[in-house]
């Protein structure tokens, strides 16, 4: 496989993948919407089991309903669209690392095609089993969370609590050949 021709380009937008909790009110096209899906789609996972089921939502009344479950996620209401994550709910483990590299996917592309997407967990059990009530996700299956979609206004954190943004530095993640 060749080198990209313009692969520190794609590098570069790779690292600018950060968590977009503002979106500015235009819609995501649905050819957009599709292309989006596509690449949650074709992502791996553990032994090609394919454990999800994808929902889009654009409904701005399913959109508030899931901003509400709890306040640091409210930001979700600003959002065009959101991809909640639907997990069959068999293996739990192998699942969430599966639901990571689908959000991750997402995260990338959305970024590549002009978007930006946000991460909003539903939080505990009591507020996961409300988000299925919202979405009529069966109980059975395992949903915690969706990846907020949209056109950026801002990356700024929106919230009373900001997060602090910024990496820790490779001298101190990473070791050689052994840890330490
Ligand atoms: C597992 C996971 C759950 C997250 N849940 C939320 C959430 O519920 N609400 C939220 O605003 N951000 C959430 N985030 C986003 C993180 O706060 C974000 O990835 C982190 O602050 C880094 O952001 P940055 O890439 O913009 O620097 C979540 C991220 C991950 C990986």
Redesign the pocket.
């Known amino acids: 496989m060749a080198r990209l021709a313009n692969a520190d380009q794609v590098v570069t937008e790779i690292n600018k993948?950060?968590?977009?909790?503002q979106y500015k009110p235009d819609a995501v096209p649905d050819d957009i919407i599709t292309q989006l899906l596509e690449i949650a789609r074709w992502t791996g996972s553990s032994r090609n089991t394919q454990p999800w089921h994808f929902i889009a939502i654009t409904d701005k009344d399913q959109l508030s309903k899931i901003s509400q479950l709890?306040t640091?996620?409210n930001?979700v209401a600003g959002a065009p669209l959101a991809i909640a994550i639907v997990l069959n709910g068999e293996s739990l483990s192998s699942e969430a690392y599966d639901e990571?590299r689908v959000?991750e996917r997402l995260m990338i592309g959305a970024r590549i095609l002009g978007l930006g997407g946000?991460?909003?967990?539903f939080?505990d059990d009591e507020q996961q089993a409300e988000a299925k009530r919202i979405l009529n996700i069966p109980q059975e299956r395992m949903a915690r969370?969706v990846v907020a979609l949209g056109y950026p206004k801002t990356?700024k954190?929106p919230?009373p609590n900001p997060?602090?943004?910024?990496?820790h530095p490779l001298e101190e993640i990473v070791s050689y050949d052994r840890m330490g």
Do not use: L, M
Request: charged share 25%.
């Open positions: 993948v950060r968590q977009v909790r709890r640091p996620i930001w990571g959000t946000g991460i909003a967990f939080g969370s990356i954190d919230r997060v602090q943004g910024g990496r």
